[in-house]
């Protein structure tokens, strides 16, 4: 249970390295303030336009009596609205990294930076570089849906569904949105999905305590915003934890005495 504290406390230090660097935090929330005008934008277009899109889906329904016609058009236009809004909370994130990435490139490798060590960098062009978090981003969603479908057909389950299934729903959440983060730092460590993933479930609580309760806070309208910079920050600390071990390992192996040559025995 020790690494779900510390795994919170990773996300504190990261809002308090940019608390401390305010260039950076300011550096920071440009790509989070133009994805927020881009999805308000996309939501004000779909609250205007999503009775539009179910009258054009229901042409069934035209000739239905008063009250069932309106019953349904109206929930449906709430389920589609709904089912935007909720798209929108869960690529948030996604798109945000992606806008943003030179942004969060940059004040990872100042993170690292500041804490001393090695500074590494990718080497790839930043068209790569876009390509390959788009399509990072793209699994990780996929994933994220599997999980919300099986989820919701779990929720109808009397007692579980309105107990264990939210929280199992806010553990999925905030493990894919560690990854998210993290990835801006391991990727220039030159680790790919796969590899990324399996590091993230060998500190499964740590990731837990570093990503749910950013999670939570994602739900507070504009909070994401803000909480970006500090949040890239803090996946880079973690990111430097999670390789650690690894490191010490290689360096371990480095410093280690040769080994005696092997002679026959003559006896």
């Avoid at 749910?212 to 909070?223: K, S, Y």
């Avoid at 949040?231 to 360096?251: H, N, S, Y």
Wanted: proline share 6%.
């Amino acid at each position: 249970m020790r690494d779900l504290g510390a795994g919170f406390g990773y996300l504190i230090k990261g809002q308090r390295w940019v608390g401390r660097h305010g260039r950076w935090f300011g550096f920071g929330l440009l790509p989070g303030l133009i994805t927020l005008v881009l999805y308000a934008g996309a939501l004000v277009g779909l609250g205007y336009g999503a009775d539009n899109l179910v009258d054009w889906a229901t042409p069934f329904a035209d000739d239905w009596s008063s009250p069932w016609l309106g019953l349904l058009r109206n929930t449906l236009t709430v389920l589609v609205f709904g089912l935007g809004l909720f798209l929108a909370v869960i690529t948030f994130t996604a798109v945000t990294l992606l806008v943003g990435q030179p942004f969060y490139e940059s004040l990872s490798e100042q993170v690292d930076r500041t804490e001393g060590g090695e500074v590494p960098e990718s080497g790839l062009p930043l068209w790569r570089e876009l390509w390959i978090s788009a399509r990072d981003s793209v699994r990780i969603l996929v994933r994220v849906g599997l999980y919300a479908v099986l989820l919701f057909a779990l929720g109808f389950i009397p007692v579980l569904g309105q107990t264990v299934v939210p929280v199992l729903g806010f553990c999925v959440t905030g493990y894919f949105l560690a990854e998210e983060l993290t990835a801006v730092a391991l990727q220039r460590r030159g680790m790919v999905l796969r590899d990324r993933l399996a590091l993230l479930r060998g500190r499964r609580l740590l990731t837990l305590g570093f990503g749910v309760p950013l999670g939570l806070a994602f739900l507070v309208p504009f909070v994401a915003v803000f909480l970006m910079p500090g949040a890239v920050a803090g996946a880079t600390l973690l990111a430097r934890e999670l390789v650690a071990p690894a490191e010490d390992e290689d360096e371990d192996e480095d410093d280690a005495p040769a080994p005696a040559p092997y002679t026959l025995d003559k006896d």
